[in-house]
Each structure stands twice: as structure tokens, then as C-alpha cells.
């Protein structure tokens, strides 16, 4: 009896419960706003309004403080009789800018950016619309502080400060991206992501190991997806959104899809896109480095080199990419809801160009090098409860599953092997965090977290004649990496002008690994790992009145090896070749920050944010030795042998610039400015440049916005990157960098001037529209082994019901 009490409390009684609600409107023109979000700290609560400006506000009846925020608007704090007097509706003054804006990702709780002493950037949906990126790689491209690096037109990988790949993390709706088998060197894997179903997109800047864990070292990149939309009366709310898009310089089509179906307490949301793009053209003007006016046509007999019509043409570049996403959403009462989504993505297999463009006695050194499919899925059930109680007044719970499947495929030009590497990551995690006020200036965080990685690696040779097939060497061992963490994290509002925070975490990581020695013969057969690691942060942010923020930040954070680091065989460069160690350990980093925004009036804002970060015990690659041996032979080349190994010390350092400028009520200026320089300890005691540090890079625009029309004047550049500043592993890489007049490798400064339009041809129906690299500039972003689109005209129609 008493379960059949507690079903009729959660779900039956809630039906009969009348809600309070709210409209917000823009105090000029009276329009509802949508996504402006109205929290408590008192109880602990926040709500968004919907696409007509409404939101629920019976869960603050009584309380005192409400605090209404949306970007571009004053922030207004209001009591619950207030705007009850007010007859439920708000008005929103717009201001030119805002210090205040709202951010998840510093620690995984809706929160004001103005109190969290981090540098935090937002990709807003408004910006993702003008823009129109291709990828979530490009997207990330849009903030003009992550620089993107690409070794093929199916590709984007992040650096931030100085930092890439498995030292940076990915979160999806909270949910941890990385896995076990996340390389030092680029990776492709944020291509999983559907641009059409991000609805926000946050980078926090330096370590974020004490919320995140391991891996957290340079950044951490949250993307949250479209949630379903509730409606707030007894109708059904529908809203059907689609999109087509054109691009030249690929031959772009794409196309998007979705729905989603809200009742008071149900939603459901579906999203589906299919991209597909042809070989990728770069620009006319440029480095005749970067021209590859041949391909190789795959033979049984004998490879067949052609001589390109479209000398600009990259080929192999071309490839396709189906994303869907099922979401649902029950809010059993205002104290409890339940959200459950399911996410795919699928590539088709796609080259990776830069390989292409290696040189073997005079002729092409590959016939084959391409990705195999690559696949991601993840179901993902999460559970929020808000009841006021001894250990906390807010509860998440999240349950994650992700299956990951890449592959590689190689085949040396006129050789009849074909090799293929594939692998497959079951990643299980289950995650709780907690939030408590403990008083009316101090709001409490902690959390609990497993991970358990399960990694199943193959090879497989393959005779092209007779398709018949053999075991060849796997890139990993079978392994599983697991993760045990704790982590509490405190806010303490010492004053009106002053926030405090400080957290600690403790992370212990597991990996056990089996390998085979049928191959190559290690003096191991396994390898296993237990380290714990513990990791913390304090800071303090400094608001003197609303035009000021100072904020400074110190924090440690760590990267646990992983099967990758311990166990992989690949070829680096021509000549060299990496083998397992099993007796790595954890390297850590320590971040100082200081960080100034200054609003001037209504006419100029500017923020300015210095950082300096020591990587200690950095995991790098080095020279090694295998039973007495220095070289073996792999793929049929003698090669020097290497490991990756503790073996160094890292130090990164650099300034992140921004400004935005009123210009009228219609024209704004906006400019961001990254500047960093790292090196790294090499085996002799002297030091070279980090790969991973980008030259300094930017992007200025000019917007000019009406009430139906945004038109927009932008500028992306980046630096030159001289042979002395390569990193001494990246200095021998031709195939991918140009060359100076004394034939050593550099990566040249570039420009590009683009202009984008948006045009609402009324409340549904949206015309967006760009010329990119209008001057077709043919360059590519450093260290990337493919060239960037020349001239491109992008057309998109979308529309939303």
C-alpha cells in the first residue's frame, strides 16, 4: 500500500496541481523572449521560458530572490509578490552588454558566469544560424578561441592553450566523450556531433580535472543537445524545424529534420541530418607546396596514378555522415524529471589526405589510406530531483552507455595487402552530483563518478586478389581502463563584490591489459595500472560594480594513461615506429590564471586573460628499446624504435584578447585575439616548441543587424609559424607543412575575408547565405595536413513551424 501512496504522490497528484505562469517580454517592443532563465539560490531552482516566453513559476512561490537573466538584456532580480503584482509578466530591458551570463559546464549546475573565476566562452544558436559550420569542429571554430586542426576533410581537432586531443574533454548533455583509446595526436571523434542539434555550446578554458577528471588539462568543450519542449497549458506544443544546405567548395548537401511534441508533462523530440560532401577544393593563392595534382586509382592488377583536371582538387577528401537523435522527457512533478536520449552517428569511410601526400622512391607511397566508418552511439538517462534536505536540495543522476567503432585501412601503392586496424570502445558511466546551500552566501557541490572502458582491438590482413584474410597485428591490447572519483567543490559569496570557490577531487584509475605476442615479441604479455590522483583549484572573482569583473584562478589537474598511451603500435613519420610501455604513470599540470572584462558604458567591452600552465611528468614520445634492439622492421621499413615515456617537463603560457564595440544601435564590432607559446624538454636537457601551440590567431567581424535582416564583414588570420618554432617531431613533416626558400618546413600566416547574411523572410522561414574566403586564399590552419576550402558560396533554407 504504501507504493501505490508513493506512485500516486510522483505521478497521479501532479495532473491535478495548477500552474503559475510567467511571460517574459522584451520591455521595448513587448515581443515574448524565449530561453530567458528565471533561477532561485533559495531554494535552489531555475527554469527557462519557452519559445512564446512563458515559463512555470510555481516552485518559487514565496521566495524572496528571482533572478531573471537572458544575453543582451539587464538582469533583474525580483521577488515572487512582485511579480505577482505585476500580473505575472516581466519586461526585459536590453543593454549592449552583459557581464552575466549563464554557463553549466564550470561545474555541471546552471550558474552566472560573472561568479566563476575560469574563463568560459558560449557558441550561441543565433551565431550557429548566421555562420552555418559543417561540423561541430567548425563550430567550435566560430568562438575565435579554439583553433582547429585537420588531417582530412572528415576531421577537427581542438587545440586550446596550447593543449589537444586526450588532454582536452568532451561532454555531451554532461556525459564524458573521451575514452581509452583517445590519441596524443589528433583525433576526429567531436565530427560525431549533429551541428543541427547543438543548442549550446560552452569551452571552459584551462584545468577543469576537479569537476571533469582526468584529461581536463588545456580545456573542457560541453555541448548540450535539444531538449523537448513542454507545454504550458493543456495543449499539445509542436514544433517542426528543417534545413537544406548548399556549399560549393565541396559540393555540399545536407539536410535536417526535427520534431518535437511537448504536453504539460510529456516531450518527445527526433532529429535527423544527412551530410554529404564531395572532395574538398582549396584556394588559388597560396604555397604550390600545398598542390597534390594526382590521385591513385586503386587497381587489382596495377595501381593507377591520374594526373588531376582540377589541380586544386583535393582527392581523396570526399565523404558522407547520417546523424540521429530520439529524445523524451517526463516531468513527473516540480520536484522531479526524467530525460532519456538516444544519439548515432555514422561516416562512410573517408581519407585521410595528409597520407596521401607521402612520397615513397618518387611515386605515391599509398595506393589505400583511409578511416573506416566511423560509428557512435550513446544512450543516456538522467534523472534531476529538487527537494530541500539534510544532504542536498538538488540531485542529478546519470546513467551513459557509448559504443565507439573506428577503423583504419592502408595498402602500400602496387602491394596486394590490404591492412586493416579496427577497434571498438564499450564506455559505461554512471555519475551523481549534488548541490546544497548550507546558507544564504554558500552553495555546496559534490559528486560521485565510475567509468568503465572496455576496448577490443583487431587486425586483419587482406590478399586484394582472393579477398582472403589473416590475422595481422592489432593496434591495442584487449584492456579495460576504469575510473573511481569523488569530488566536492564549494562557493562561497564572501560580499556583495566577492565570490570565492575551491574544490578538491580524488580519482583513482584502473587499466589492465592483455597483449599479443604472436606479432611482435615484448617481454610482457600484460600490463596493469592503479594510480590515484588528487587534484584541486581556488579562486576568487572581484566585482567592484557591474562594469568591472577581476578573476583570478589556481589549479591542478591530471591525465591518467591510457590504452592508447600504453599499448599502441603505429608508425609516427617515415622510419620511426612507437611501441607499448606499461610502466607509465600520471602527469600533471598546474594552471595559474588572471582574468579583467571592463564594460564602457554602453559603447565598449573588453576582457583580457593571461594564463600560465606546467605540464609535469608530460607522457611524450621518445626513443626506446626492445629486447636490446633499437630498430625493428614494421611494414616493411627498418625503423627506429620509440615509446611514449614520462619523460618531461611542458610549459605553456599566453593571453586570450576580446572585444566588442557599439558602434550604433545596428552596428557592432567584435574581435578576438589568442596568443600562446609552449615548449617542451627534450632528451638532451634542451627544450622544444609544443606541437600543440598554435601560432597566434583570430577572428574580427562586423555585424549590421536589423530586426529581419543580419548582415556580417569577418576576418579569421593566424600567424606564421617559422621552422624554428616547429616542434622538433613536426620539423621533418613535408607532406603537410610548406617550404621556406632554404626548403625547410614552416607553416605560413594567412587571411581570409568572408561575408555572411541572414534574412527572415517572416516568423518561419529563414534564408542564410555566404561568401567565404572571398579572395580564395589557398593556406592551411598549422599543422594541418589538408588545405582549407577557397572561395565557397553557402546557401541554406530553414525553416521553423
Do not use: C
Not at 22 to 27: H, S
Not at 227 to 243: C, F, I, V
Not at 362 to 375: D, N, S
Request: hydrophobic share 35%.
Amino acid at each position: 500500500m504504501k507504493h501505490v501512496s508513493l506512485l500516486f504522490i510522483f505521478f497521479v497528484l501532479p495532473l491535478f496541481v495548477t500552474a503559475q505562469t510567467v511571460t517574459v517580454k522584451d520591455a521595448d517592443t513587448e515581443d515574448p523572449l524565449p530561453a530567458v532563465t528565471l533561477s532561485s539560490e533559495n531554494p535552489t531552482y531555475f527554469v527557462t521560458t519557452d519559445e512564446n516566453g512563458k515559463a512555470e513559476l510555481t516552485r518559487f512561490e514565496g521566495v524572496n530572490r528571482i533572478q531573471i537573466r537572458m544575453l543582451g538584456y539587464r538582469t533583474k532580480v525580483l521577488s515572487y509578490s512582485q511579480i505577482e503584482a505585476n500580473g505575472f509578466e516581466i519586461l526585459m530591458q536590453p543593454v549592449a552588454f552583459d557581464l552575466n551570463d549563464m554557463v553549466v559546464s564550470a561545474n555541471r549546475w546552471s550558474q552566472s558566469a560573472s561568479n566563476v573565476p575560469s574563463k568560459i566562452t558560449t557558441v550561441s544558436p543565433d551565431e550557429i544560424r548566421l555562420q552555418n559550420p559543417q561540423t561541430a569542429a567548425d563550430l567550435l571554430n566560430l568562438s575565435g578561441e579554439v583553433f582547429i586542426q585537420k588531417s582530412q576533410q572528415g576531421g577537427g581537432s581542438p587545440m586550446i592553450r596550447g593543449f589537444a586531443t586526450n588532454r582536452l574533454l568532451y561532454t555531451i548533455d554532461g556525459v564524458r566523450m573521451n575514452t581509452a583509446i583517445f590519441r596524443g595526436g589528433n583525433v576526429q571523434n567531436v565530427i560525431s556531433l549533429d551541428p543541427f542539434a547543438i543548442q549550446n555550446t560552452e569551452v571552459l578554458f584551462g584545468p577543469g580535472s576537479v569537476i571533469y577528471g582526468s584529461d581536463a588539462i588545456g580545456g573542457v568543450m560541453s555541448f548540450s543537445t535539444l531538449t523537448p519542449t513542454l507545454s504550458s497549458d493543456e495543449h499539445l506544443l509542436t514544433k517542426l524545424g528543417a534545413s537544406v544546405r548548399y556549399s560549393s567548395a565541396n559540393s555540399e548537401n545536407t539536410n535536417h529534420i526535427d520534431l518535437s511534441v511537448g504536453a504539460k508533462r510529456w516531450g518527445i523530440l527526433s532529429s535527423l541530418s544527412y551530410f554529404d560532401y564531395g572532395h574538398l577544393r582549396q584556394g588559388s593563392n597560396g604555397p604550390e607546396d600545398y598542390i597534390k595534382s594526382y590521385y591513385v586509382e586503386p587497381q587489382l592488377n596495377n595501381d593507377t596514378i591520374i594526373l588531376q583536371k582540377d589541380p586544386l582538387l583535393q582527392i581523396p577528401t570526399a565523404y558522407s555522415q547520417l546523424n540521429t537523435m530520439q529524445k523524451i522527457r517526463f516531468k513527473a512533478s516540480d520536484k522531479l524529471e526524467f530525460n532519456y536520449g538516444l544519439h548515432y552517428s555514422e561516416t562512410t569511410p573517408y581519407g585521410r589526405y595528409d597520407r596521401h601526400n607521402r612520397i615513397k622512391n618518387g611515386l605515391p607511397r599509398y595506393a589505400e589510406w583511409k578511416y573506416g566508418p566511423q560509428k557512435w552511439l550513446m544512450n543516456h538517462f538522467k534523472t534531476d530531483y529538487v527537494n530541500p534536505s539534510l544532504l542536498f536540495d538538488n540531485l542529478s543522476l546519470s546513467l551513459a552507455h557509448q559504443n565507439f567503432e573506428e577503423s583504419r585501412i592502408s595498402r602500400d601503392l602496387n602491394s596486394t595487402n590490404r591492412e586493416i586496424r579496427a577497434e571498438k570502445v564499450q564506455a559505461y558511466s554512471v555519475k551523481m552530483d549534488f548541490l546544497k546551500i548550507t546558507g544564504d552566501r554558500n552553495t555546496f557541490y559534490y559528486g560521485f563518478e565510475y567509468v568503465l572502458n572496455d576496448v577490443t582491438s583487431e587486425g586483419t590482413d587482406e590478399e586484394i586478389f582472393t579477398g582472403t584474410e589473416q590475422d595481422g597485428p592489432a593496434r591495442y591490447p584487449l584492456a579495460t581502463w576504469q575510473s573511481l572519483a569523488v569530488y566536492i567543490n564549494d562557493e562561497f559569496e564572501a560580499s556583495e563584490q566577492i565570490t570565492l570557490q575551491g574544490g578538491v577531487r580524488y580519482n583513482q584509475i584502473i587499466l589492465d591489459a592483455d597483449f599479443d605476442t604472436q606479432f611482435y615479441p615484448f617481454p610482457f604479455e600484460e600490463a596493469s595500472i592503479n594510480n590515484g590522483s588528487l587534484t584541486g583549484s581556488i579562486g576568487a572573482v572581484y566585482r567592484p560594480n557591474d562594469s568591472w569583473i577581476i578573476s583570478t584562478n589556481l589549479s591542478t589537474a591530471f591525465r591518467a594513461p591510457n590504452v592508447d598511451d600504453i599499448g599502441k603500435i603505429f608508425d609516427s613519420e617515415p622510419g620511426a615506429v612507437v611501441i607499448p610501455n606499461p610502466n607509465l604513470k600520471p602527469e600533471y599540470a598546474y594552471n595559474a590564471d588572471l582574468g579583467i572584462a571592463h564594460t564602457f558604458d554602453d559603447f565598449l567591452k573588453a576582457d583580457i586573460t593571461g594564463y600560465y600552465t606546467i605540464l609535469e611528468d608530460a607522457i611524450v614520445r621518445r626513443n626506446f628499446s626492445l629486447n636490446g634492439s633499437d630498430s625493428l622492421m614494421y611494414d616493411g621499413v627498418m625503423s627506429r624504435i620509440q615509446a611514449l615515456q614520462n619523460a618531461a617537463e611542458a610549459h605553456v603560457y599566453g593571453i586570450q584578447l576580446g572585444i566588442e564595440a557599439k558602434l550604433s544601435s545596428e552596428l557592432e564590432l567584435t574581435s578576438d585575439f589568442n596568443f600562446q607559446k609552449g615548449e617542451e624538454e627534450l632528451d638532451d636537457g634542451s627544450t622544444s616548441p609544443s606541437r600543440h601551440a598554435a601560432p597566434w590567431f583570430g577572428v574580427s567581424r562586423i555585424t549590421y543587424e536589423l530586426t529581419s535582416l543580419t548582415l556580417e564583414l569577418n576576418s579569421q588570420y593566424q600567424g606564421e609559424k617559422s621552422h624554428s618554432d616547429l616542434s622538433v617531431s613536426e620539423q621533418g613533416k613535408t607532406e603537410i607543412y610548406a617550404l621556406n626558400k632554404s626548403g625547410d618546413t614552416y607553416s605560413p600566416p594567412w587571411y581570409t575575408l568572408n561575408f555572411k547574411a541572414l534574412y527572415n523572410l517572416n516568423s518561419s522561414y529563414t534564408i542564410t547565405a555566404g561568401l567565404e574566403n572571398i579572395t580564395d586564399q589557398r593556406y592551411r590552419p598549422y599543422s594541418s595536413g589538408v588545405s582549407a576550402p577557397g572561395r565557397n558560396f553557402i546557401i541554406s533554407l530553414s525553416v521553423k513551424i
